[in-house]
Nanobody, 115 residues
Framework: QVQLVESGGGLVQPGGSLRLSCAASGRIDSIYAMGWYRHAPGKQRELVAYRTNVNTTYDANSVKGRFTISRDNAKNAVYLQMNNLKPEDTAVYYC?????????WGQGTQVTVSA
């Protein structure tokens, strides 16, 4: 298993953008699908997006067209570019395997979208 550390969150106004980063302590090139999840207060954790190591992707309907996931296997990193952010995107964001955990859940990074 790898350790996962998320960063890049913050407070942003509606319509703004953020880029989240996830650094893995070990190689991720053999992990088929790496994903981003989010957990909002009072809601269950949900899978937001994932990218496979053959470059297929999945985006939840709620973020389709606004969020883009990428991965750099050489750097053992996964990224989430978030554009046109909405208040309902407010949550703690985590990265992990999309087909099952590949490491312990990190502390996540808080994203708050508010005017």
């Amino acid at each position: 298993q790898v350790q996962l550390v998320e960063s890049g969150g913050g407070l942003v106004q509606p319509g703004g953008s953020l880029r989240l980063s996830c650094a893995a302590s070990g190689r991720i090139d053999s992990i088929y699908a790496m994903g981003w999840y989010r957990h909002a207060p009072g809601k269950q954790r949900e899978l937001v997006a994932y990218r496979t190591n053959v470059n297929t992707t999945y985006d939840a309907n709620s973020v389709k067209g606004r969020f883009t996931i990428s991965r750099d296997n050489a750097k053992n990193a996964v990224y989430l570019q978030m554009n046109n952010l909405k208040p309902e995107d407010t949550a703690v964001y985590y990265c992990n395997g999309a087909m099952g955990s590949v490491g312990s859940w990190g502390q996540g990074t808080q994203v708050t979208v508010s005017a």
